[in-house]
């Protein structure tokens, strides 16, 4: 059984910073690009970030550019999220996603797999 499960989540002051894990199972996803959105109460899933399988790396534009920062470690079949810098929008809950096409990556319908998601909140 394919799972993909966030971890690193929870609550921060807002200027502080969070590493994200998700870690996927039931298969080996080295093959498989790897992304990060996040979805807000009563907003739409936002991209935030993801991996191709050889290491190409496509982020969010605007604001979000420079303050989260994707990697993956294929032997521990786990991709992280650093997100520096935290504000209080920034609080979200915040999925992992896994797919077979290495390209158009922000969208959710490149995506085969997908985590629950780890709730993040920032205050001020």
């Known amino acids: 059984q394919v799972q993909l499960v966030e971890s690193g989540g929870g609550s921060v002051q807002a200027g502080g910073s969070l590493r994200l894990s998700c870690a996927a199972s039931?298969?080996?996803?080295?093959?498989?690009?790897r992304g990060w959105f996040r979805q807000a109460p009563g907003k739409e899933r936002n991209f935030l970030a993801a991996?191709?399988?050889?290491?190409?790396?496509?982020t969010a534009a605007g604001s979000l550019k420079g303050r989260f920062t994707i990697s993956r470690d294929n032997g521990k079949n786990t991709v992280y999220l650093q997100i520096n810098n935290l504000n209080p929008e920034d609080t979200a809950i915040y999925y992992c996603?896994?797919?077979?096409?290495?390209?158009?990556?922000?969208?959710?319908?490149?995506?085969?797999?997908w985590g629950r998601g780890t709730q993040v909140t920032v205050s001020s």
């Open positions: 996603a896994a797919g077979t096409r290495p390209w158009g990556l922000s969208s959710p319908t490149a995506y085969d797999y």
């Open positions: 039931g298969r080996t996803f080295a093959e498989y690009a």
């Open positions: 991996i191709t399988a050889t290491g190409g790396i496509t």
